[in-house]
């Protein structure tokens, strides 16, 4: 498949639970000394259509994204080295995560290098 952008694709991305859908990052190419940027597109690998994202933007400094579907395959987890967002994958809208503190510390700044991480919708 052909970008839908002029810079090709960054690195990353994930199949969906079931195998039908692919999500990928389209990219535009740098300018100057400003990083490129990328968005979120889905790839139907059935009938091979092509939806991207509005938002969000990743800010790529070295051409990489990545994605995880949630389990039911209703909502990726995207980003790159400038956060995450949480994204519907049939609206593709977009919502920023935010880490919270947890056991006396914010995530990033204890000594351990794994965490858990949850993701809770809330309904409104």
Not at 13 to 32: K, Y
Request: aromatic content about 8%; charged content about 15%.
């Amino acid at each position: 498949m052909r970008s839908p952008l002029p810079g090709g694709f960054a690195v990353g991305g994930a199949f969906s639970p079931d195998g039908t859908r692919l999500a990928v990052f389209p990219q535009t190419p740098p300018r100057g000394m400003s990083p490129g940027s990328a968005r979120l597109a889905i790839v139907n690998l059935v009938t091979g259509a092509t939806r991207m994202a509005r938002s969000p933007r990743v800010s790529l400094g070295m051409d990489f994204a990545w994605a995880r579907w949630l389990p039911d395959g209703t909502h990726l987890i995207v980003g790159a080295g400038t956060g995450g967002y949480l994204v519907d994958s049939a609206t593709l809208s977009a919502r920023r995560l935010f880490l919270a503190r947890g056991h006396g510390h914010t995530i990033g700044t204890g000594k351990e290098i794994n965490f858990t991480a949850a993701v809770v919708l809330i309904r409104r």
